[in-house]
């Protein structure tokens, strides 16, 4: 599976940006898909994840009650909005995935290139 990460930018605190993550070369259904993050000189986080069929989401407790995960498997993508943003969330967003949930935030198979998040205070 290839996956396309697309969405970021620069915005100010308290605004919102969605990201989007597009698979290809295999059948999307079948993962369960997720984001993780990295800021400058941190470790790479898990932001969120989603069951194959869309039915379940987890989110780190940072982002809860302000990010939500959301996946359309008919368009092979998933999407991650992000509302109510802080200064705090600025990092490279990566999109992943894995043949189960509980892989995907742990240990994901494959992985999309990032995408920049900035958020200005």
């Known amino acids: 599976v290839q996956l396309q990460a697309s969405g970021g930018g620069l915005v100010q605190a308290g605004g919102s940006l969605r990201l989007s993550c597009a698979a290809s070369g295999g059948t999307f259904r079948r993962v369960a898909s997720g984001w993780f993050r990295q800021a400058p000189g941190k470790e790479r986080e898990f932001v969120a994840a989603i069951t194959r069929n869309g039915g379940t989401t987890y989110s780190a407790d940072s982002v809860k009650g302000r990010f939500t995960l959301s996946r359309d498997n008919a368009k092979n993508t998933a999407w991650l909005q992000m509302n109510s943003l802080k200064p705090e969330d600025t990092a490279v967003y990566y999109c992943?995935?894995?043949?189960?949930?509980?892989?995907?935030?742990?240990?994901?198979?494959?992985w999309g290139q990032g995408t920049q998040v900035t958020v200005s205070s």
């Open positions: 992943a995935s894995a043949p189960n949930v509980g892989v995907v935030r742990t240990r994901p198979l494959y």
